[in-house]
Nanobody, 127 residues
Framework: VQLQASGGGLVQAGASLRLSCAASGDTFSNYHMGWFRQSPGKEREFVAAINRSGGNTYYVDSVKGRFTISRDNAKNAVYLQMNSLKPEDTAVYYC?????????????????????WGQGTEVTVSS
């Protein structure tokens, strides 16, 4: 599956952004999806994940209550609504897809349950 993230930009603290990730090349509903981010000098970190049907979602503590992950299987897309953005949210955001290992509350943050990722989209939050 091929993934393309979009929607990043430069915003002020407190603003909102909605990231999108378009998938192609395979049956989208077969994949659980995740958003990761990477800041300069840091490792890529888990942000949010959603299961195949969209019924279960998982978040890193630092974004709970501010970010919402959702998906539209009819449109082959996953989204990340980001509200109340903070300067520490500044990063390149990547969407990732997996199907070979289970997604649950214990595995959602693990990079090894995602098999595909695409080019990221850059988010910069100014203070």
């Amino acid at each position: 599956v091929q993934l393309q993230a979009s929607g990043g930009g430069l915003v002020q603290a407190g603003a909102s952004l909605r990231l999108s990730c378009a998938a192609s090349g395979d049956t989208f509903s077969n994949y659980h999806m995740g958003w990761f981010r990477q800041s300069p000098g840091k490792e890529r970190e888990f942000v949010a994940a959603i299961n195949r049907s969209g019924g279960n979602t998982y978040y890193v503590d630092s974004v709970k209550g501010r970010f919402t992950i959702s998906r539209d299987n009819a449109k082959n897309a996953v989204y990340l609504q980001m509200n109340s953005l903070k300067p520490e949210d500044t990063a390149v955001y990547y969407c990732e897809a997996g199907r070979n290992r289970a997604l649950n509350s214990f595995t959602a943050y693990r990079k090894d349950i995602y098999d595909y990722w695409g080019q990221g989209t850059e988010v910069t939050v100014s203070s």
